[in-house]
């Protein structure tokens, strides 16, 4: 959500679109730019997307410039036009701002600095941030940010350049990330790596309430008192392809392709002679054996994941299991305590809400353990310890691979804290360790059968997605995948639910995807089939390969191999990963950057 990219050093004003490009995933509706030429700045904004930016500035891309910020917004305060794009300036126009996040007591502020004379033209929160460094600058830039983030309240990573300083550049946060790196050509910063990738692998998170100053070559962060702090390194080791889409039409077709790599990166290490090793988890073995309940926190495609992990966990012993939303959970009163362990998913560690969630959990005495992609995000700072994914950079707003990485190390957590608690699965871990050649098999083999199914569906504007247990979670997936990349209406339900309500929507037009494979509940699940069909629904049902039961009731299947009943979701997840994102290209539609949506949702 929004996107901060930032240099000081040698470069050009393309360097700043290209930086901008790398974001464009987060999900946003205007882009634009700052930079300093002479004594003045350049700012172009544009509403839209960065390439009607680039051709606005087509004429001035190979101009070399010392320093410049620049941003994709995604509207909170204002409606998406140039105006309200950022870089937002003061009334001299000597500083640009660009701003993450949302700035609770923008309009006192506001109000404050018109009867101070200052003068308003945009409807967004951040411009009282490049009045009020305005009203305190005195000669040091650093100075005036610092007594200007003073003032505010609410979350913000903010990026700041003024005409007259000409050899720094100030970036500042609070609860919206930001990220540092140098070489001897310049310092960058961006709210996320992936625009820093090409430039710097040993990259800074900046804290809530530091304040940092790039020099070209080299940067300092401070405390919001003054105090120097001292730098934390990352080493990044993600690769850089990864964030390219190498042939593919779309980022999410490639990185469905990818999951078996995934699988495997995420098993790597972790799985040796039928056994789990978690390294990270092993001073936890005696806190883990008085565990009375495990919390999931997630949002999302996260959340789902989290489902799973509650049906996998519970099929290996009965255990208390909660799985909440984050939005939810950040404003119940519950009830946490040194035996409960609180799981927090996210592949982006940013989400705000989950955030939220982690630092309640915590106050309330509760252990922390995350679950997520992205090495140094807030998520992981804040909690006591993480399990990474190493999915690699996911691009796609719609997560496909993360969501297959997040379940394969939740069933390896579920199966290391079993084993601790005295179970022994070794059928189990031995069969993940095979998972990747299946899924790998699965997906070359059967990509172009779902392919065609979804051509054939590709009319409907309505979808009911069914299933039970193990498979429940993966049909609220698979509805929320159509939904987001197709724009198409799709629900998701507990199979048995049906007949308490949705049923009523059903009829010739209301085609039913039925996760119907071999596993204890697949009769339930044919009962369930046969009364969709009895309102014309035509459904198409996920298949064991060997099924011959349901696939002569049903209309169409999507086949998936014969596996243990708790290794469906895997291939239940990626059939209708692969079904939606193939109605969506049928439709021709921004697969990877869906309208409304972003892909780190670091605001409430
Ligand atoms: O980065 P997170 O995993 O915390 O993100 C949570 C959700 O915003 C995310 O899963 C969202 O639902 C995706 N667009 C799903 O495709």
Not at 24 to 50: C, W
Not at 214 to 227: D, M, N
Not at 351 to 371: F, H, M, P, W
Not at 583 to 594: E, T
């Amino acid at each position: 959500m929004c996107g901060i990219y930032g240099f000081i050093g040698d470069g050009k004003v393309e360097d700043l679109i290209n930086g901008l490009k790398k974001l464009e995933y987060r999900g946003y509706d205007s882009a634009g730019i700052a930079f300093s030429r002479n004594d003045s700045l350049v700012v172009e904004k544009k509403t839209g997307k960065v390439d009607a930016l680039r051709t606005s500035v087509d004429g001035k891309l190979e101009e070399k410039i010392n320093a410049g910020i620049a941003h994709t917004r995604w509207a909170t305060h204002g409606i998406p036009n140039d105006i309200n794009a950022h870089p937002q300036m003061d009334c001299k126009k000597q500083i640009a701002v660009v701003h993450n996040g949302i700035i609770e007591n923008f309009t006192a502020l506001r109000e404050k600095l018109i009867s101070e004379g200052h003068e308003f033209i945009s409807q967004t929160d951040t411009e009282v941030i490049a009045h009020l460094i305005e009203k305190y600058f005195k000669g040091d830039l650093l100075e005036a940010v610092r007594r200007a983030t003073i003032d505010l309240e609410g979350t913000y990573a903010i990026g700041v350049i003024h005409a007259d300083v000409k050899d720094e550049i100030i970036f500042a946060r609070k609860k919206s990330p930001l990220v540092i790196t140098a070489n001897e050509h310049g310092s960058y910063c961006a709210s996320d790596v992936t625009p820093l990738i090409s430039v710097g692998r040993d990259v800074v998170f900046l804290e809530d309430g530091q304040i940092a100053r790039l020099k070209k070559g080299t940067f300092e962060i401070f405390e919001i008192s003054g105090k120097p702090v001292e730098k934390r390194f990352y080493h990044v080791d993600w690769d850089e392809k990864a964030a390219e889409k190498g042939g593919y039409k779309h980022f999410m077709i490639k990185e469905i392709h990818e999951e078996p790599r995934v699988i495997s990166d995420a098993l790597m290490g972790r799985v040796k002679d039928e056994k789990i090793f978690l390294k990270e988890m092993e001073d936890w073995k005696d806190y883990i054996k008085r565990l009375r309940k495990i919390n999931i926190i997630a949002c999302g495609t996260s959340y789902h994941a989290g489902l799973i992990f509650k049906y996998f966990f519970e099929s290996l012993r009965p255990f208390d299991v909660e799985v909440e939303v984050s939005s939810e959970y950040r404003y119940r009163n519950v009830l946490i305590d040194d035996r409960v362990l609180n799981v927090a998913i996210s592949q982006s560690g940013e989400t705000a809400d989950t955030l939220e969630s982690v630092r309640l959990a915590k106050s309330l005495g509760g252990k922390v353990l995350a679950i997520s992609n992205v090495m140094g995000s807030t998520l992981t700072r804040e909690a006591d310890k993480t399990l990474y994914i190493n999915a690699g950079p996911e691009i796609s707003v719609a997560s496909t691979k993360a969501y297959i990485g997040q379940m394969t190390v939740l069933y390896l957590l579920a199966l290391y804290i079993d084993a601790v608690m005295g179970g022994e699965h070794p059928e189990r871990v031995k069969a993940l360790s095979k998972l990747p050649e299946l899924v790998d098999n699965f997906i070359l083999t059967e990509a172009d059968a779902i392919k065609a199914v979804a051509d054939k569906y590709v009319g409907y504007s309505n979808f009911m997605y069914i299933g039970r247990n193990l498979n429940y979670p993966s049909v609220l997936e698979g509805a929320l995948k159509l939904k987001e990349i197709s724009y198409t209406n799709a629900v998701g339900y507990q199979a048995g639910e049906l007949k308490h309500g949705p049923i009523a929507l059903l009829d010739e037009k209301f085609p039913v995807m039925a996760v119907a494979v071999d596993d204890d509940l697949k009769d339930k699940m044919l009962s369930n089939i046969l009364e969709t069909k009895a309102r014309n629904a035509h459904v198409v049902a996920v298949v064991s390969a060997s099924d011959q039961k349901v696939s002569n009731l049903v209309n169409d299947v999507i086949r998936v191999p014969d596996v243990e009943n708790y290794l469906y979701p895997f291939f239940v997840g990626i059939s209708f990963q692969l079904f939606a994102y193939n109605v969506a290209n049928n439709r021709n539609l921004n697969i990877d950057m869906p309208r409304n949506l972003a892909k780190s949702v670091t605001v409430e």
